[in-house]
Each structure stands twice: as structure tokens, then as C-alpha cells.
């Protein structure tokens, strides 16, 4: 049954894309996207996510948050003998979920010296299967005001809480997408974006609220965001006079350098990360 959920999902993609190639995706669009990027997939833990941290650090369950009336518990993690107070970094999982690959960045984070906040957009659920994700993504995309307060208040805890000098947010895949967004939110507050393959914007006028530089990476043989969407987004970048880099990796596709997954790519992977960590070397702490 999956396989064949995840057929019909690529059959009604490519419908989708070749009556708006260009178009930044909807919601529908953008869901199935996402089902026929991770095909057969399965939340296994990639290279990326099995490193250890440069330097020891401390993590722990927070409340960072109130959503609905319900509270939201994320991840937090920071150097166990850094000197406070640490820029921080929201750290946005992917379509799986808060699972522990996504810890494990967060504590990657905290050994390059800063204070990261992995949140949680699910409610404490976690995807073990492409189906469980599709359900899960689909939740928060018909209540993204719910997932905004969420991403704001995680901003508050590392400025107001853990008195981030300077905080910047990180995402993969749909992590990525809600990375785009945060900054989109949060124009005057966050001094660094990073966005691995999420969806992109092309309305010149909502990406000209950016006033942070932002990094972004894709990859040309993903099907779902695919060249044509890139080049787009690069264009409105540039008309909206954004302080962007846009990078493209040959031979990967959707999800090459996700914490978790079988889509992985070495080479990519590592040239992505190893840029990921000056960009906010430079921007959170001026290095």
C-alpha cells in the first residue's frame, strides 16, 4: 500500500510541476513532493548525524514553548564548559521528526560553540515510515499559524531565556521550508538562515522582508524542488537584494545530506556542513 501511495504521489507531482514549473509549490504540491522524494525511504541515522561533537557538550528536554495550550518540549544542547552567553541556533528537523539524528546535530551545533534549540513541530510524534510522515507534515501544513507561535517562541527561549547575543536557525528538508520561514518571521531578530533543500519563495516582495544573509542548499537531480525552482528563487533572491548563497550539487538529489535516511551523499554532504559551520561562524560569532 505504501508503494503504491507513494506512486500515485509521483504521478500527480509531475502533473503538478508541468502546469508550474517555475511557481513556487502549494501546500498539496509540496506534500506530494516530499512522499516522492522519500520513496522507500526510512529514518536510519546518515554519516552526518553519527559525529561526535568538536568539544563535550550537555543536552537536555526543555519546555521552550506553549502551543494550543499544550507545552512543546524540544532538545537543547550547549558546550558543558562554554562561555555564556552563546550565540544560539534554532535547529528545525526534517519531515521524520524530533528524532535522535536530530539531536545529534543539535550537540554538533553546541560543539562549534553554540546554544541550539532542536524544536519540535510535531507534538512529540515522531515518522518511522514514509506514510507516518506524510500524516504528520500534512498536520502542521493545515495549522501553520500553530507551527509559527511554535518557531517564535523557540526564538524567545535562546534570546530572552539563555540570552543569545545573536541567533540563527537551521533546517532540512521540510526543516528546511520552516527554516525559509522563520527568517521570513523574524527579518529584524535572526542574523543567519541556513535551508538544505526546503521549499522555496519566489515572491520578490515577502523575500524582500529578508535582512539577514541566508545559505541554501539543493541538489540538481532532486525531482521534487528541481533546477527550474531553484533558478527561480535565485532570481527573486536577486531582485529582492538579499545577501544569498545558493549552492547546487551535481549528482544528488532531494535530502543528500538529511540526518536521517538513505538519500545521503558524502561529497555534498560534507562540502554543505563544512560551509553550514563558517557561514554561522561568521555571522553568529563574527569569525
Given at each position: 500500500m505504501q508503494r503504491n501511495l507513494l506512486l500515485i504521489a509521483s504521478i500527480l507531482l509531475l502533473a503538478a510541476l508541468v502546469v508550474s514549473p517555475v511557481m513556487a509549490m502549494n501546500n498539496q504540491q509540496y506534500l506530494l513532493a516530499m512522499a516522492a522524494m522519500h520513496a522507500d525511504d526510512a529514518p536510519m541515522a546518515s554519516p552526518i548525524a553519527l559525529q561526535k561533537p568538536?568539544?563535550?557538550?550537555?543536552?537536555?528536554?526543555?519546555?521552550?514553548?506553549?502551543?494550543?495550550?499544550?507545552?512543546?518540549?524540544?532538545?537543547?544542547?550547549?558546550?558543558?564548559?562554554?562561555?555564556?552567553?552563546?550565540?544560539?541556533?534554532?535547529?528545525?528537523?526534517?519531515?521524520?521528526?524530533?528524532?535522535?539524528?536530530?539531536?545529534?546535530?543539535?550537540?554538533?551545533?553546541?560543539?562549534?560553540?553554540?546554544?541550539?534549540?532542536?524544536?519540535?513541530?510535531?507534538?512529540?510524534?515522531?515518522?518511522?515510515t514514509p506514510d507516518a510522515a506524510v500524516k504528520l507534515m500534512k498536520g502542521v501544513l493545515a495549522d501553520t499559524a500553530a507551527a509559527s507561535s511554535n518557531l517564535r517562541q523557540a526564538y524567545v527561549y535562546l534570546h530572552d531565556t539563555e540570552h543569545a547575543p545573536r541567533v540563527g536557525v537551521i533546517g532540512w528538508c521540510f526543516g528546511g521550508g520552516w527554516s525559509l520561514e522563520t527568517a521570513l518571521m523574524l527579518p529584524d531578530?535572526?542574523?543567519?538562515?541556513?535551508?538544505?533543500?526546503?521549499?522555496?519563495?519566489?515572491?520578490?516582495?515577502?523575500?524582500?522582508?529578508?535582512?539577514?544573509?541566508?545559505?541554501?542548499?539543493?541538489?540538481?537531480?532532486?525531482?521534487?524542488?528541481?533546477?527550474?525552482?531553484?533558478?527561480?528563487?535565485?532570481?527573486?533572491l536577486k531582485a529582492a537584494k538579499v545577501s544569498a548563497e545558493i549552492r547546487e550539487y551535481?549528482?544528488?538529489?532531494?535530502?543528500?545530506?538529511?540526518?536521517?535516511?538513505e538519500n545521503y551523499r558524502p561529497a555534498a554532504a560534507a562540502d554543505a556542513w563544512k560551509r553550514t559551520l563558517a557561514f554561522f561562524a561568521r555571522y553568529l560569532r563574527g569569525a
Open positions: 568538536t568539544q563535550p557538550v550537555h543536552g537536555a528536554e526543555v519546555v521552550y514553548a506553549t502551543v494550543n495550550g499544550k507545552p512543546v518540549r524540544g532538545y537543547f544542547s550547549e558546550p558543558l564548559h562554554g562561555k555564556h552567553p552563546l550565540p544560539g541556533i534554532i535547529v528545525i528537523h526534517e519531515w521524520w521528526g524530533l528524532n535522535d539524528n536530530i539531536r545529534h546535530m543539535a550537540d554538533q551545533l553546541a560543539g562549534e560553540g553554540y546554544a541550539a534549540l532542536a524544536v519540535d513541530l510535531y507534538h512529540g510524534q515522531v515518522a518511522t531578530k535572526l542574523s543567519a538562515a541556513v535551508m538544505y533543500y526546503g521549499r522555496p519563495v519566489d515572491d520578490v516582495t515577502e523575500l524582500s522582508k529578508l535582512k539577514m544573509p541566508l545559505l541554501g542548499f539543493f541538489g540538481e537531480e532532486d525531482r521534487g524542488i528541481t533546477v527550474k525552482d531553484v533558478q527561480a528563487f535565485e532570481r527573486a551535481p549528482g544528488a538529489g532531494h535530502a543528500f545530506a538529511n540526518p536521517s535516511g
